[in-house]
Every structure is written in structure tokens, then in C-alpha cells.
């Protein structure tokens, strides 16, 4: 199957964030000005304030950023991309007894804080279901998160007709999941899945035979960082 692209918005700051940066940086001015004026013979209280705030709001920002990304192979038949930037802490064979009841290829990426945090299709397909699951909130990179931690599935089909399963994953910070996938729907690399707030996880089960092509400890890019060709 060629590259099958759907037009993507042009946003910068992404949408999920938009309603706390704005109201954030509104607060965050508003204090400003109230320190700067109302004490004009000490501006020391102001210019803390300003450094603290500021500096956390810059990584508020950067944590929302949803860089415009188009994956550069030509071809996307029996490609698994990377669903997220972060880093590989898991690649292992494991029994996955949710869904498949057989063995499958795991592949887990960690996103910190400092990393996107918007989600891409990992492969072309469609989406056979999405379901989400409540649960505990355990530091991501613990290999209980996978099963124990809130997480939404979103299991995907490619055009020959093997099933992916793409987990989203809460963290200890992390609160909220958000997923765009509905059942049914045609899905592409380059489009977005979903978006988790804060640090977080995305597991890959893959089939077996499955060439993968990254290695523990890898850093990875959202829709650019080949992580398996298909069998």
C-alpha cells in the first residue's frame, strides 16, 4: 500500500494545551503587574516570581509543542513508526493474554517531560477498536504500568490484515489520556492518535517475525523513528 496522507492542521502549540497556556499566561501577567505595582520600592518579590513562573511555564510550552512531521519513506506497507518521541525501555518477546492469547514483540517507548507528547498512528490500517481502562498511576517505566497503570488500547489492522495493538499509558504525573482513534475509522502514519498530559507511555505489541529495528535505551521521534517491519 503507497503513502495515503490526510491533510494535517498546521499547529505549533497543540490544541490539548491551548486552554492552559492562555489562562496560565494571563495569571501569570496579572500577578506580575500586581507585584511590579504594588510594591514600586522592592521589585525583588517580582523578579522571583518571574523567574520562577517563567521558567515553568517555558516548559509548559515546550511540553505542548506538536511539531508538523511527515514520514520521509516512500512507501509505508508492513512500516511501524514510532507513536511518540521518548526512549526504548523495553524490547522483549511476552505473552500477551488480553487480546491475542499468544507470544508478541513489545516495544515500549518513556516520554518525560521535556519530550512532545502528541501520539501518531504507528502504522496505515484501520481501527478495529479503542478501549479504555481505569487503573493505578505508577511511575511509567515500571513494566507493571503496562497492565496496571490507567491506559487506553487502540488496536489497529493493517491492509494485509495482522493487528497491532498501540497502548497509551498514565503515568505517576500523568492524568489524562487522550485518544482521537474511533472504531471503524481509516488511519495513516503522520496522523495523530491521541495525546497524554505529562510523563507517560506507549506500549507496541507486534507479531512475531517482526524485524525490530531498534534497541534499548534508543531514542526515538514521533513519526519518523522506524521501530519494526512487518513479517
Known sequence: M????????????????????????????LIALILWFAMPQNHIPFWIFIAIFGTVY???????????????????????????DGHIVVVEEVEENTYFHDN??????????WNVHAN???????????KHFDGK??????PKASEENEHTDTMLVTPDGQEILCRQIAGAVARRIVNYAKDGDECFIDEHLGFIKLGSRVDLYLPMGSEILVQMGQSTTGDQTVIAKLP
Request: with cysteine; net charge positive; proline share 4%.
Open 58 to 84: 517555558s516548559i509548559v510550552l515546550n511540553f505542548y509543542r506538536c511539531p508538523i512531521r511527515y514520514f520521509e519513506g516512500e512507501d509505508t506497507e508492513k512500516i511501524v513508526v514510532a507513536p511518540a
Open 120 to 130: 501518531w498512528f504507528p502504522v496505515d490500517g484501520t481501527v478495529k477498536f479503542v
Open 104 to 113: 508478541r514483540m513489545m516495544v515500549s517507548i518513556f516520554m518525560s517531560l
Open 2 to 29: 503507497g503513502k495515503i496522507k490526510r491533510k494535517l492542521r498546521k499547529i505549533r502549540i497543540h490544541h490539548e494545551g491551548t486552554d492552559q497556556i492562555l489562562y496560565g499566561g494571563i495569571g501569570i501577567v
Open 137 to 142: 498511576f505508577m511511575k511509567a517505566w515500571l
